[in-house]
């Protein structure tokens, strides 16, 4: 631990580093990682977007497309997902397969003119239902309730509506965008400023 503590990396503060240490060499801290590596295990699916959010990548696949709309949550959800084997000989994100092969049958369960997403699109059809609270692959702003018409307690499940009015979501989206962008602009002028507090 004591190599540990005087390796600060540059632009650390010594103190700060040397808390930071204690807590991870500490036995609450090897206990939610035990936790964490034993969850990662339950993971059905493994998204391969590095750090760019799927808003982003939503985005980009907007770009691209010639009539500049929205994909479908199921072409978004190949984009991010890879269907690969790990160093452990473990198949991750099969399903992804599945998704092409339903899409290649059926291209009508991911058609944008009815929306991005609706119940038993083709995520729908290959993921299951989704969780309470929660719409597969648009991000964290809209719940079940918004996209489906139905609550996320599970009332009114029988209502089936069939499209999706993606302006609402798209004003969203492009926010976050913006905000992102800003973020990325603070970090940028924060790692300026610590570079010229270091210089001084």
């Known amino acids: 631990m004591e190599a540990n503590n005087t390796n600060v ?4 503060i010594k ?3 040397i808390s930071l240490v204690t807590n991870w060499m500490s036995q609450k801290a090897h206990d939610i990682s035990e936790k964490n590596r034993q969850n990662s295990t339950m993971k059905k ?4 977007a590095g750090t760019k959010s799927f808003a982003r990548n939503r ?3 907007r770009q691209k497309d010639p009539e500049k709309k929205n ?6 959800y190949i984009h991010t997902h890879q269907h690969k084997i790990d160093k452990n000989d473990q198949t991750i994100n099969k399903h992804v397969v599945e998704l092409k092969k339903t899409l290649a049958k059926r291209p009508d369960l991911a058609d944008t003119s009815k929306g991005t997403a609706w119940n038993g699109d083709a995520l729908n059809t290959i993921l299951g239902v989704d969780k309470p609270g929660h719409v597969h ?3 964290l702003v809209p719940n079940p309730n918004q996209v489906f018409g139905v609550s996320s307690l ?3 499940q029988d209502i089936h509506l069939t499209s999706l009015e993606d302006t609402r979501n798209e004003d969203v989206m492009a926010l976050r965008l913006q905000m992102e962008k800003i973020e990325q602009h603070m970090k940028n002028q924060d790692a300026k400023i610590l570079e010229l507090n270091e210089k001084s």
């Open 9 to 12: 990396p540059k632009g650390v």
């Open 59 to 61: 985005e980009e696949l």
């Open 154 to 156: 599970g009332h009114f």
């Open 71 to 76: 994909p479908h949550r199921a072409v978004l």
């Open 15 to 17: 103190d700060q580093w």
């Open 45 to 48: 699916s493994i998204h391969m």
């Open 137 to 139: 692959r648009l991000g």
